[in-house]
């Protein structure tokens, strides 16, 4: 295709004055005349669209715009579509790419009504909004998976093609710094150890390094200033697996967020992202052999014990660019800092497991509602063709807490209390062993404590007893 006959995205086609509306994306991804997968249809009824290119055994899922207003992953995703083929043709013999630049196809199409979303944000002036059609964060489902667009993901993508790698696409208008882009590996301690590792300590430390060598880029670890205690430190998101990379890693994948920096101007933020994604992208070709290898141990893996309860941690201290402390009224959040300072701050970018769990040979389950979720997650498990009669151990709760507000439709429930002693049983249902690759996974969703699993989103019963059991 020429170059003149290319394709456009419409923050092309306006100087970056405005993103892609729904209709644009459709319309852009037709013109490519590459495959599209209908995943999910949303709840107000527009078809998410799965794009794919490439041809190599490495396969990779790039996701954008779950959160709508933050637009940049979007036109990035759309703009590597139509260039990596004439440009990266051998990175695509490596690699085989999976592309959603529109996962959260409503929240896109909620312009504000005559109210700027993200106002904090250096344009474009017209945007999406945070939730989906249903009023939910798309970021927050990964585990519960109640949305059309979560459900596509798991059959689609992760039961059909499995991804060794995951990237997920923000922008993020927190703190006020001096870096163009920052990311995070998964954050659970459950995940496998070394994908963890070597995300977090080979694959982005290299790519931060290449982007500010080549490009200029500044690069860090995601996080924003917080105390802790009279300390002030740089601090990173949650560890729970209800977000999307850090419910990848504990799949036993790699699984990369990207967040550009709001406050810069938008054509600078698609820019950035699209050099940190083929960045990240020619990495992973180079090492598509070793990532193969990593994803194939995570799944023989077996753990004895996982964590359920967590703290985030440091790695020690760093200089962190921040904009130098001024009145509020001469500040604006919609343009880059003026004056910055380099502030020496401990770097809190991980979490430590503070109580662990043995992993049991099994959990009996006996609730359809729980079968249906763990079967769309891939967790292996089969019918009792009679009752299970050895002994078996109950989860006795000692201690139950009940959010008082409602979080993403469910009020949180968080229980403290203590596997009994075994005693015989006389259960039917079904049995989910946990010697399959999906171990990490099913604990969380199943051990009574997670705060991230079937209890702590209220889709089983916690009183007296947890009505899951285990075979010791």
């Given at each position: 295709m020429p170059l003149q006959a290319r394709p456009q995205t419409r923050a092309e086609r306006t100087a970056y004055a405005e993103t892609s509306r729904y209709?644009?994306?459709?319309?852009?991804?037709?013109?490519?005349?590459?495959?599209?997968?209908?995943i999910a249809t949303s709840d107000q009824g527009r078809k998410v669209p799965l794009v794919t290119v490439g041809?190599?055994?490495?396969?990779?899922?790039?996701?954008a715009n779950i959160h709508a207003g933050e637009v940049e992953g979007k036109e990035a995703a759309l703009m590597l579509l139509r260039d990596l083929p004439k440009t990266h043709p051998k990175l695509?013999?490596?690699?085989?790419?999976?592309?959603?630049?529109?996962?959260?196809?409503d929240g896109n199409e909620k312009w504000g009504d005559g109210k700027r979303n993200r106002s904090s944000q250096d344009g474009p002036e017209v945007?999406?909004?945070?939730?989906?059609?249903?009023?939910?964060?798309?970021?927050?489902?990964c585990m519960k998976a109640e949305s059309p667009e979560m459900r596509g993901v798991l059959e689609h993508i992760y039961l059909k093609h499995d991804p060794a790698l995951v990237l997920d696409l923000h922008t993020t208008n927190g703190t006020r710094h001096g870096f163009h882009l920052t990311y995070s590996p998964p954050l659970s301690p459950n995940t496998d150890p070394d994908v963890l590792t070597y995300v977090r300590d080979t694959l982005l430390p290299t790519v931060r390094k290449k982007l500010e060598k080549d490009k200029a880029w500044k690069l860090f670890d995601y996080g924003n200033t917080e105390r802790r205690g009279t300390e002030r430190v740089w601090a990173t998101f949650g560890e729970e697996p209800r977000y999307v990379t850090n419910y990848a890693g504990l799949r036993g994948r790699l699984s990369v967020l990207s967040e550009a920096t709001s406050f810069l101007p938008f054509e600078t933020r698609v820019k950035v992202t699209y050099d940190f994604v083929l960045a990240v992208l020619e990495e992973?070709?180079?090492?598509?052999?070793?990532?193969?290898k990593l994803v194939k141990d995570a799944d023989k893996r077996r753990r004895s014990e996982l964590g359920v309860r967590f703290e985030m941690a440091p790695r020690g201290t760093e200089t962190i660019p921040l904009e130098k402390p001024r009145p509020?009224?001469?500040?604006?959040?919609?343009?880059a800092a003026k004056e910055i300072e380099q502030v020496a701050l401990p770097i809190?970018?991980?979490?430590?497991?503070?109580k662990t769990r043995l992993v049991p040979k099994a959990y009996l389950v006996h609730d359809d509602g729980v079968i249906a979720l763990l079967q769309r997650h891939g967790v292996q498990m089969k019918v009792l063709e009679a009752p299970y009669t050895k002994p078996v151990q109950a989860f006795a709760v000692r201690q139950k807490t009940v959010g008082r507000v409602a979080f993403q439709g469910h009020k949180q429930v968080q229980v403290e209390g203590e596997w009994d002693s075994p005693t015989t049983g006389n259960i039917g249902g079904w049995i989910v062993s946990t010697d399959q690759p999906r171990q990490a996974l099913?604990?969380?969703?199943?051990?009574?404590?997670?705060?991230?699993?079937?209890?702590?989103?209220?889709l089983t019963e916690t009183e007296p007893q947890i009505t899951i059991f285990r075979i010791p």
């Amino acid at each position: 295709m020429p170059l003149q006959a290319r394709p456009q995205t419409r923050a092309e086609r306006t100087a970056y004055a405005e993103t892609s509306r729904y209709d644009d994306v459709i319309a852009f991804l037709e013109a490519l005349k590459l495959p599209i997968t209908w995943i999910a249809t949303s709840d107000q009824g527009r078809k998410v669209p799965l794009v794919t290119v490439g041809k190599g055994k490495l396969k990779v899922y790039i996701q954008a715009n779950i959160h709508a207003g933050e637009v940049e992953g979007k036109e990035a995703a759309l703009m590597l579509l139509r260039d990596l083929p004439k440009t990266h043709p051998k990175l695509l013999e490596k690699l085989t790419l999976f592309v959603c630049p529109i996962y959260n196809c409503d929240g896109n199409e909620k312009w504000g009504d005559g109210k700027r979303n993200r106002s904090s944000q250096d344009g474009p002036e017209v945007i999406g909004e945070r939730a989906n059609g249903a009023g939910l964060d798309l970021n927050r489902d990964c585990m519960k998976a109640e949305s059309p667009e979560m459900r596509g993901v798991l059959e689609h993508i992760y039961l059909k093609h499995d991804p060794a790698l995951v990237l997920d696409l923000h922008t993020t208008n927190g703190t006020r710094h001096g870096f163009h882009l920052t990311y995070s590996p998964p954050l659970s301690p459950n995940t496998d150890p070394d994908v963890l590792t070597y995300v977090r300590d080979t694959l982005l430390p290299t790519v931060r390094k290449k982007l500010e060598k080549d490009k200029a880029w500044k690069l860090f670890d995601y996080g924003n200033t917080e105390r802790r205690g009279t300390e002030r430190v740089w601090a990173t998101f949650g560890e729970e697996p209800r977000y999307v990379t850090n419910y990848a890693g504990l799949r036993g994948r790699l699984s990369v967020l990207s967040e550009a920096t709001s406050f810069l101007p938008f054509e600078t933020r698609v820019k950035v992202t699209y050099d940190f994604v083929l960045a990240v992208l020619e990495e992973a070709a180079k090492d598509s052999t070793k990532i193969q290898k990593l994803v194939k141990d995570a799944d023989k893996r077996r753990r004895s014990e996982l964590g359920v309860r967590f703290e985030m941690a440091p790695r020690g201290t760093e200089t962190i660019p921040l904009e130098k402390p001024r009145p509020e009224s001469e500040i604006d959040h919609r343009k880059a800092a003026k004056e910055i300072e380099q502030v020496a701050l401990p770097i809190w970018d991980r979490f430590k497991t503070t109580k662990t769990r043995l992993v049991p040979k099994a959990y009996l389950v006996h609730d359809d509602g729980v079968i249906a979720l763990l079967q769309r997650h891939g967790v292996q498990m089969k019918v009792l063709e009679a009752p299970y009669t050895k002994p078996v151990q109950a989860f006795a709760v000692r201690q139950k807490t009940v959010g008082r507000v409602a979080f993403q439709g469910h009020k949180q429930v968080q229980v403290e209390g203590e596997w009994d002693s075994p005693t015989t049983g006389n259960i039917g249902g079904w049995i989910v062993s946990t010697d399959q690759p999906r171990q990490a996974l099913l604990f969380h969703l199943l051990e009574p404590e997670s705060l991230d699993g079937l209890v702590a989103w209220g889709l089983t019963e916690t009183e007296p007893q947890i009505t899951i059991f285990r075979i010791p």
